[in-house]
């Protein structure tokens, strides 16, 4: 059974380009969660996607776009990168309907720094 | 507005001790509390996960108790270990469907 991955690692940006971020659920799951953390800070949820629809979001504005695609893997899009965007962004599988035993399995992360 | 809150915010104990982090939530109707680990610049790993019908739950030197009523959970660390060392943080999901809301965490110190 494969984890969460995420890539970049790491990924340095300047004011105003547009970024991607990727992330691969772990096998069987199909619904995948997206966390911004700031420095110091817990994770905020941004948004979630179950069977490639959005399925809730967080208070981010619409710059902020995700996709799910058939295989459960996602990927979330900024553009207009802004300062304040600096954190790490996280990515969260679970199985939904499972009960209420719908565990969240997180991904390593990864650290956008805008310049 | 469920909010999270996380006491204390940090805390530095010698190796050995037995330790209490503090967790609570606004809104009492909630599916389950999880527990949450992190490493510095890492990501999360899951401890514990307490359903809304369960008082507590257990892994090793870990427990977890829970008081919806209260709006409280508690996370138990029997004889701390240095490895013990890092983040831990408490979730509750805004609605049925798992998006979390997290306390700020607290940044543990176990000194040897």
């Known amino acids: 059974e494969t984890g969460v991955t995420q890539s970049p690692t790491h990924l340095i940006k300047t004011r105003g380009q547009q970024v991607t971020l990727r992330c691969s659920s772990q096998s069987g799951h199909n619904t995948v969660s997206w966390y911004q953390q700031a420095l110091g800070q817990g994770p905020q949820f941004i948004f979630q996607y179950y069977r490639e629809e959005e399925n809730g979001r967080g208070n981010f504005p619409p710059r902020f776009s995700g996709l799910q695609f058939p295989n459960y893997s996602s990927e979330l899009n900024v553009n207009a990168l802004e300062l304040d965007d600096s954190a790490l962004y996280l990515c969260?599988?679970?199985?939904?309907?499972?009960?209420?035993?719908?565990?969240?399995?997180f991904g390593p992360g990864t650290r956008l720094t805008v310049l | 507005k469920q909010e999270v809150t996380q006491i204390p915010a940090a805390l530095s104990v010698p190796e050995g001790e037995n330790l209490v982090l503090n967790c609570s939530f606004t809104d009492s109707a909630i599916y389950n509390l999880q527990w949450f680990r992190q490493d510095p610049g890492k990501g999360l790993t899951s401890l514990l996960l307490?359903?809304?019908?369960?008082r507590e739950q257990t892994s090793g030197r870990l427990n977890a108790s829970l008081d919806k009523s209260s709006g409280r959970s508690t996370l138990y660390i029997a004889a701390s270990q240095p490895g013990d060392s890092a983040t831990y943080l408490c979730?509750?999901?805004?609605?049925?469907?798992?998006?979390?809301?997290f306390g700020a965490g607290t940044i543990l110190r176990v000194k040897s």
């Open positions: 979730a509750v999901p805004m609605e049925y469907g798992n998006k979390l809301v």
């Open positions: 307490i359903q809304s019908s369960q």
């Open positions: 969260a599988s679970s199985l939904a309907g499972s009960g209420g035993l719908d565990t969240q399995y």
